[in-house]
């Protein structure tokens, strides 16, 4: 018997709601990834240097390099070798968007439970 995506809705949903579900108590109850972040020791400092520089959002790299080749100059070497050697990632001010978040969160594991139910037909 061959089944088609769209007699797999049940499992589909039902997959979706369970993953949420385990990925809010993996996340708030067992507390997995807490362990994976870390206070900066002088955060206060860091911060203020930051506003003052008046940094975009995105994704920073320090010491940055623009490019490849540069990676053999001296100068680089040394930045790299003296530290700190880290990514930065800017996002608005202001909380986090929850809401808007957790809705990204269930429409992955939704396309993700539609992906297996294509595989499984």
């Not at 369970?18 to 997995?32: D, E, P, Q």
């Not at 520089?53 to 001296?74: A, I, R, S, T, V």
Request: some cysteine.
């Amino acid at each position: 018997m061959e089944l088609s995506i769209l007699q797999l809705w049940l499992p589909v949903v039902v997959g979706t709601i369970l993953a949420w579900i385990a990925s809010g108590l993996i996340h708030m109850v067992i507390k997995y990834h807490n362990s994976d972040y870390q206070q900066l020791e002088n955060e206060g400092a860091i911060l203020d240097a930051l506003r003052a520089g008046q940094q975009k959002l995105g994704l920073h790299q320090f010491p940055y390099c623009g490019d490849m080749k540069n990676m053999q100059d001296e100068a680089v070497q040394s930045k790299f070798n003296k530290g700190p050697v880290g990514l930065m990632v800017l996002v608005p001010n202001g909380m986090p968007p929850m809401g808007k978040l957790m809705a990204q969160q269930i429409s992955h594991f939704l396309f993700g439970s539609i992906l297996i139910a294509y595989c499984a037909t």
